[in-house]
């Protein structure tokens, strides 16, 4: 969603009418304008590129560039869990609230407040991402089939800056209700040049010293070269454990900071 609304933001076309409204179901692309290749899906659409999709109609699917993990607590820390209950009420229009008569005359509801539980948790949670944005732009199916490098610039520029968005707390389906109260505070940012493994997932208690070390292997045995990765990385654990490794990377404040470092390389 925080993608879709960034590329609107610019006022870029390439987006089909459901993903615009942010319902991301099986594309009808194919059945609304007769397309039968997956270049001509993404063309028509940033986040059928970025995102994948499936045609069932015209058996056309594309991989998602963009993964994500499950958001869960960490290795050996608990998580606290309550049940809030919430309610809506509406009004007449002299801002009363209305009996069952006029709560179903002018809303069509016997009851004036709706009530509603939601699971709310607290706790330390791991997360991981990976995002394979050299193939933005171009068929997997075909690669020499691409999309001009504005369109990749672009694409590129937005999925970034989507995770901006998310990790500032703007994710979930019960936002009307309750904003997540969210602070990031360790994130490792790898950027690559060339395929690298993805790193150790957030939930171990050890994933900074794990990735470190997979990125000193990764450069040690050619799958990398120093001079074409780049590690961000925030918080006092990542800090250590790449000092320990030997590994090159830039220390950023914020994980805002540290993803404008990546803006900054995908750019260059």
Request: charged letters at 25%; glycine letters at 8%.
């Amino acid at each position: 969603m925080a993608t879709t609304e960034i590329l609107k933001s610019w006022n870029y076309k390439a987006l089909c009418e459901n993903c615009g409204r942010h319902v991301m179901f099986r594309s009808v692309l194919g059945k609304l304008k007769g397309l039968s290749k997956e270049i001509d899906f993404i063309r028509e659409c940033a986040i059928e590129d970025l995102h994948g999709f499936l045609d069932v109609e015209k058996q056309v699917r594309r991989e998602s560039l963009v993964k994500f993990s499950f958001m869960i607590p960490v290795e050996e820390r608990r998580a606290e869990y309550a049940s809030v209950t919430h309610n809506r009420v509406v009004t007449t229009p002299e801002g009363a609230i209305p009996s069952r008569e006029e709560a179903r005359k002018l809303y069509g509801v016997e009851e004036a407040m709706g009530v509603m539980k939601r699971e709310h948790a607290s706790g330390l949670y791991g997360l991981l991402c990976s995002m394979d944005l050299a193939y933005t732009a171009t068929s997997l199916s075909n690669p020499s089939e691409k999309l001009s490098e504005d369109d990749y610039k672009i694409r590129v520029k937005a999925a970034i800056l989507g995770l901006m968005e998310l990790l500032s707390g703007h994710f979930g389906a019960a936002q009307a209700r309750a904003l997540p109260i969210i602070k990031v505070t360790e994130l490792i940012c790898l950027a690559s040049k060339t395929p690298v493994p993805n790193l150790v997932h957030g939930f171990y208690k050890d994933y900074a010293k794990e990735s470190a070390s997979m990125v000193k292997t990764a450069i040690s045995r050619g799958l990398a070269k120093s001079g074409e990765i780049k590690v961000l990385v925030v918080g006092e654990g990542p800090v250590s454990a790449f000092k320990a490794e030997g590994v090159s990377f830039e220390e950023a404040k914020t994980f805002s900071e540290a993803i404008g470092g990546v803006l900054k390389m995908v750019e260059g």
